[in-house]
DNA sequence: GAGTGGTCTAGACCACTGC
DNA sequence: CAGTGGTCTAGACCACTCG
């Protein structure tokens, strides 16, 4: 027989929820801690154990981090390890230093079909373009162009990003309270044109790695598109196939 | 204080080190389903519940395959949905029609040091090297290379890939007893050489997506080392960042 | 020692599959 | 209907952190 209530979901479904509704409500930060879990049992009617189901499946999906002994936090782009969940470029050599963003550019657009399609606003709604590049070692190795909904970043210019230290999603994430949760990458070698070859110091048709991303935010919204290309000589893109 | 035995190991990481003992030694073989929760649990003297969490890790890694009503099954690369998870490359259109793999030579050599190194195998040792195309739609699109340890594929040859019908990977399953668990890849964009060109059907100095892959089976052994040249002007390589 | 998350148990009941 | 995995509870105890 059929199921009679395709709707269904498990009490620590409902818990999650609330505990997300939470986070985007900016009742716990990122970075800080939220209440213990026999708080949180107390506060929604539930056993520990409930609430302990609902926060594994968190913990599992990047959103909170548990530390036995101390408590459970809000995941945060301050920490350096959420960082290169994002980047996942890594050099030859095997040294692992930050590279700096330089911010080069930063205006105000009307979001065409294929902004508006991926960001889900409206045809001409206003968005932010940010170029910038990141450099390893003083060399520029990514070239990285940011479309962002105008609505949620309002007030973002060159001036913001260049006074800021730090990756830019945890100035997203201080700043404007929009969380970065995951990403969709589409990835494909192409050829360096003239001006992208001289921004990054190549010999025009050299090879570079065309990394295309759509972020999304809490509720799988979508919230920046951006494509990147990389500099693949003395670095490599790394993934984890499970 | 410090913990004062630092090889502390809760049970039921027991218990999933037992069961992947049994999947190593073919007790349960892939597509096949392994005792209830409740059998499992009474064969290892412990609760359901810590038989439940070994097994949900197991889930969690794409070991075993929980299928409410009907039992728990140890994963296969027969099943489609595993073929996708270790060859990330979709076609622009979106439609996918699973490629053709077509081998073109299998050979017997000795491990150098980079062979060596990657497979964890003495310098020397015997290794099986295949060269293949895959073909989307017809098309030459992945040329790729394959490194084995000879010792695990013995009697391989290019009459016996030639006359098997699916993945790669379900033969090695299916014939050799070796099931691929997860792979970390290494991509780069790089200039097709004239030799590569003319196999793929693009132009001499074309970008290609350069794809290393180093795939284990249980207990982290590296049994693979393989190269793949990705043709991405009709497809792309997608990734989920989370 | 108090407070946190982590493990383990036992039992009840629910949702799904297949005979 | 019996058998499977899935949820929920309550309680005990362990491992870790910090004051």
Redesign the pocket.
Known sequence: ?P?E?PT?S?????IKSLIIQGLEAGEWRPGE???????LAARY??????V??A?DEMASENLLI???????FVASHLDPRSFFRFLRLVPNSGDITPPQSVPLDCWRARAGQEASRVLGIELGAAIIIVRRVLKFAGKPIVLDELYLPGDLFQGLSLEVLQSYNGSIYSLFESRYGVRMIRAEERLRAVAADRQTADTMGVLEGSPLLSVERVTYTYGDRAVEWRRGLYSTAEHYYLNELG
Chains 1, 2 share one sequence.
Request: no cysteine; glycine share 10%.
């Open positions: 027989m199921q209530s269904f498990p009490l620590y479904r409902q801690s939220i209440p213990s879990e026999i708080d009617s539930v056993s520990q154990g409930t302990r189901k926060i548990r530390k036995q002994g101390k408590g459970t």
